[in-house]
């Protein structure tokens, strides 16, 4: 069975054609339309033209970027607005008359590289995606955890924890908070987004860098900034693995390409968690960029 896997996005919507074992047949890539019915109308026309590939009606997998609420049949908290508060599931199933699943774009994520990915063979798997913005999903027994708020994953607006002594963060909180779009203040997404990690190298240094230019640098300055990064992140991430004990946590994102958080990572996890023995793995997602298309597509197993 083929079946096809969508990730809309802020700025494209790529989607992929997959085959019975998981091999990608063929992609597309469009930029996302400004508005709701052109989007809606790019879906469509890009599923017919994966459909008629293998000329059949394949079931498709989407991946949003917010949450579909059944019982409103609305979306919700998409950071593409033109989505909230639309039928947007609805208005597909009516265009394509097939199978449709819908789940959240970093669950899809985590579920790519939990069937397949860097996260293969591992009851439970924690994703974390450090970009723009800080998500994450969970995946038990290659199902995902989405729960009844859809909520489940969304730890990055948690407020950031409180700083253990031993810590030593030199970017305290307490002293500068930071307010998150939300409507909260200190979200661990304040901090752990490449925008928090621009505001820490200012705040510690004084320079403005964009986030790519300090995670790739090699000065004192941005291995110091990484280092503090580092210590936000396993601090925030060790809430999670108290409360879920994941075998595996996977990283996305364009953070996750600082090479430095796995070498540092898992002993400062092992260190904040409650009486850890350190067995939890991080590692950077296997499929990158396109662990969300291909999450998409395995919202229908290969069995299905």
């Not at 998409?78 to 959240?104: E, M, Y």
């Not at 950031?160 to 997404?189: H, M, W």
């Amino acid at each position: 069975m083929h079946r096809i896997g969508i990730d809309l996005g802020g700025t494209k919507i790529e989607g992929i054609l997959m085959d019975a074992n998981g091999e990608i047949v063929e992609t597309m890539r469009v930029p996302t339309p400004d508005s709701y019915f052109e989007t809606v109308k790019a879906i469509h026309e890009m599923t017919l033209q994966l459909d008629g590939i293998v000329d059949n009606v394949c079931p498709v997998g989407l991946g949003t970027p917010g949450a579909w609420v059944a019982q409103s049949g609305t979306m919700k908290n998409c950071n593409s607005t033109v989505l909230n508060g639309k039928p947007f599931l609805h208005d597909l199933q009516r265009l394509l008359n097939r199978p449709i699943r819908i789940a959240n774009d970093a669950n899809c994520m985590v579920l790519s590289e939990a069937v397949d990915g860097a996260g293969a063979g591992a009851r439970c798997v924690f994703g974390v995606i450090l970009g723009t913005g800080v998500g994450g999903g969970c995946v038990v027994n290659k199902d995902v955890l989405a729960g009844p708020n859809l909520l489940a994953g969304e730890w990055g607006h948690n407020r950031f924890p409180d700083i253990p002594a031993e810590a030593k963060l030199e970017v305290n909180p307490s002293v500068r908070p930071r307010t998150c779009y939300c409507g909260q203040t200190n979200c661990v997404e304040t901090f752990l987004s490449g925008r928090g990690l621009e505001r820490t190298h200012l705040e510690l240094h004084g320079e403005r860098m964009t986030a790519p230019e300090i995670g790739r640098g090699e000065t004192d300055h941005t291995k110091r900034t990484v280092d503090e990064y580092i210590q936000q992140l396993a601090i925030a991430l060790a809430v999670v693995v108290n409360i879920l004990d994941p075998d595996v946590v996977v990283i996305g994102g364009g953070l996750s390409n600082i090479s430095r958080i796995y070498d540092k990572l898992p002993e400062l996890l092992k260190k904040y968690a409650f009486s850890s023995e350190g067995a939890t793995k991080v590692v950077p997602a296997k499929y990158g960029d396109s662990s969300g298309r291909r999450g998409a597509a395995w919202l229908f197993p290969a069995e299905t």
